[in-house]
Nanobody, 118 residues
Framework: QVQLVESGGGLVQAGGSLRLSCAAS????????MGWYRQAPGKQRELVTE???????NYADSVKGRFTISRDNAKNTVFLQMNSLKPEDTAVYYC????????????WGQGTQVTVSS
């Protein structure tokens, strides 16, 4: 019904930058919140950042000042600009969208690998 398509992951050296994108398509009435999560091997999935349709933003303390989330509501697309990357940022990054309707539902992207080398 709703699909999230991610792009932009890859391998980068410490101090470098990557930009992730996630586009939602399908049967969409509204999107309440879009965000990014990440999961490293052996660790719990954690919230990196999220943005509401009204533009309110939250960041995890570990990425404040380095990552920037933005959203194009007209295109149902969310971006994650990652600067000053560190090896500890290495993880699978997942796009998430809470889609409104008769029943609000959570959808996830397939995940994209981000690897930061020393």
């Amino acid at each position: 019904q709703v699909q999230l398509v991610e792009s932009g992951g890859g391998l980068v050296q410490a101090g470098g930058s990557l930009r992730l994108s996630c586009a939602a398509s399908g049967s969409i009435s509204s999107i309440n919140v879009m965000g990014w999560y990440r999961q490293a091997p052996g660790k719990q999935r954690e919230l990196v950042t999220e943005i509401t349709s009204g533009g309110r933003i939250n960041y995890a303390d570990s990425v404040k000042g380095r990552f920037t989330i933005s959203r194009d509501n007209a295109k149902n697309t969310v971006f994650l600009q990652m600067n000053s990357l560190k090896p500890e940022d290495t993880a699978v990054y997942y796009c998430n969208a809470n889609v409104g309707g008769y029943f609000a539902k959570n959808y996830w992207g397939q995940g994209t690998q981000v690897t930061v080398s020393s």
